[in-house]
């Protein structure tokens, strides 16, 4: 049988004693595209929080192994060291570091990790410069500080940018395509496609079937109430644009009083 590559099993995780997420499988195959939707609240964000690592969050059981290696309880940095990356639905400002300096220190930071040396200023400015092309982000952004000022579609292109650099394995978008104009969307969509390769694989949190047009998901999952619910293929998106959410209550509903 062949193994995902990220497989969650029976995750139950806690925010300040409060249980959000429960009983929640996942298998995110290598190389795939997967979406996840669901309703607000349903738990999506704090997923992906869960995959990263995130302090704030307590997984009380269940285990997320990536590579076949368990990382339930690995810090935020081994886990983006493995291949994780997460783009984050509220990206945060970095007064005082520059976009060229960040993206520096994260790719030096993974280098590192591998056991291989800083890169060179030269293959750093021909690399970046290919990013910031990939995710059409103009030059003179390189010098400006990071997210600071920067509007809520150059923070997602920055997210990209990112993507572009570190190349993960497996990404995680979290509502990459929120607030973003026709323009914009296209340009992060086709950069994410760009991306995905048999190597890359994404998670991509969204709730509308927009971005999935030009982003095929080979798989869609579909959370509630703090757990995955339904799975299928993209048939399942235009049938949650064109229900809502709904019936999957009725259906979860029914099947509980069983
Ligand atoms: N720090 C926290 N303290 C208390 N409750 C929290 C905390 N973080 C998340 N929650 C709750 O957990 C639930 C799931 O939140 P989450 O952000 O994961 O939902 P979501 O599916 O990403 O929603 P959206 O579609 O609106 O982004 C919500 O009810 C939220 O209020
Ligand atoms: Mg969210």
């Given at each position: 049988m062949k193994l995902a590559e990220l497989e969650i099993r029976n995750l139950h995780v806690s925010v300040e004693g409060k249980e959000?997420?429960?009983?929640l499988d996942l298998d995110v195959e290598k190389g795939k595209v997967h979406a996840l939707m669901g309703p607000n609240g349903s738990g999506k964000s704090t997923l992906a929080n869960a995959i990263m690592g995130?302090?704030?969050?307590?997984?009380t059981e269940g285990t997320i192994v990536f590579k076949g290696e368990d990382?339930?309880?690995?810090g935020p940095d081994e886990r983006s060291r493995a291949g994780l990356f997460m783009a984050f639905q509220y990206p945060v400002a970095i007064p005082g570091v520059s976009v060229s300096k960040f993206l520096r220190m994260i790719l030096n930071a993974h280098r590192e990790a591998r056991g291989e040396e800083q890169i060179k200023i030269k293959d750093f400015a021909r690399t970046a410069q290919e990013a910031m092309e990939l995710a059409n982000i103009?030059?003179?952004?390189?010098?400006?500080?990071?997210?600071?000022?920067?509007s809520g579609g150059e923070k997602k292109r920055m997210e990209l940018l990112q993507l572009a650099l570190l190349r993960p394995e497996i990404a995680i978008l979290d509502e990459?395509?929120?607030?973003?104009d026709i323009d914009a969307l296209r340009t992060v969509a086709e950069g994410v496609n760009k991306l995905v390769g048999p190597e890359a694989g994404i998670l991509i949190i969204t709730h509308y079937q927009r971005i999935l047009h030009t982003v095929k998901p080979d798989f869609v999952h579909v959370m509630f109430e703090g757990r995955i619910v339904r799975e299928g293929g993209p048939e399942l998106v235009s049938r949650l644009e064109e229900k809502g959410y709904g019936w999957i209550r009725e259906e979860v509903e029914a099947g509980a009083s069983v």
């Open positions: 959000i997420l429960r009983d995130h302090p704030s969050l307590q997984v990382m339930t309880e690995a103009p030059k003179d952004f390189s010098s400006r500080y990071l997210n600071d000022g920067f990459t395509d929120s607030g973003l």
